[in-house]
């Protein structure tokens, strides 16, 4: 079974411009989220789709993150304009959304950001 | 205070040693436990959930005491390659699956 995919696995952009990643869920999972991770942390929650709608984006810096998924499967995570402190590892991770609190999460394996 | 909280390490121990992770957890309300494996410039992937009885998965136990809002992870025999990064993760809300992510415990088994 094919994991979720993520595209690109590395950018390096300077600060103020933009950039966008693309993530691919497992197919059938109807929950997808965004994870950002920072070196020496673990990953914090932008945002959590279940399908096309957004579940919970309350820690999605609204001024620069922009997120969608039109269809109901694959993804993009927006950020514009960048800055220093949005260098970081976007982590995608998909689920069934059906089993409950319980139930796994799989995460792609990553987007590598660096703002300079 | 953060949301959980774990002894960053590193934990540097011999082959064949037995090691404990312990984190603790801010919102009594939590619903689920797990904790997660990182290797080094990897994606988290899921070791194991954490019951309230108490669950043990070969040479890993995992525990948790909802009422001091404790988690702990027990290597036995640790291998070569069991080093990476343990990561406490708590599910806060029913409705939301999203995963609180503890900062992690850096494991180094050593020859």
């Known amino acids: 079974e094919a994991g979720v995919a993520q595209s690109p696995r590395y950018k390096i952009i300077e600060k103020r411009q933009s950039v966008a990643f693309w993530c691919n869920p497992i197919s059938g999972h109807a929950t997808l989220y965004w994870y950002q991770q920072i070196l020496g942390q673990g990953p914090k929650l932008l945002i959590q789709?279940?399908?096309?709608?957004?579940?919970?984006d309350s820690q999605l810096p609204k001024d620069r993150f922009s997120a969608e998924r039109l269809k109901g499967v694959d993804s993009t995570l927006k950020i514009q304009p960048a800055k220093l402190e949005d260098s970081a590892v976007y982590l995608c991770?998909?689920?069934?959304?059906?089993?409950?609190?319980?139930?796994?999460?799989?995460f792609g394996p990553g987007t590598r950001l660096l703002v300079l | 205070r953060k949301e959980v909280e774990q002894d960053p390490g590193p934990f540097n121990v011999p082959e064949g040693a037995t090691v404990a992770f312990n984190c603790t957890y801010s919102n009594s309300a939590s619903q689920s436990f797990f904790w997660y494996r990182q290797d080094c410039r990897k994606e988290p992937k899921l070791l194991m959930s954490v019951y309230s009885s108490g669950n043990e998965d070969g040479r890993f136990t995992a525990q948790l005491n909802r009422a001091s809002q404790y988690i702990s992870l027990l290597i036995r025999d640790s291998k070569l390659s069991d080093s990476a990064t343990y990561l406490c993760?708590?599910?806060?809300?029913?409705?939301?699956?999203?995963?609180?992510f503890g900062s992690g415990t850096r494991l180094q088994v050593q020859p």
């Open positions: 789709f279940q399908n096309n709608g957004v579940v919970d």
């Open positions: 993760v708590v599910n806060r809300d029913t409705g939301r699956r999203a995963l609180t």
């Open positions: 991770a998909s689920s069934l959304g059906t089993s409950g609190a319980q139930e796994t999460q799989y």
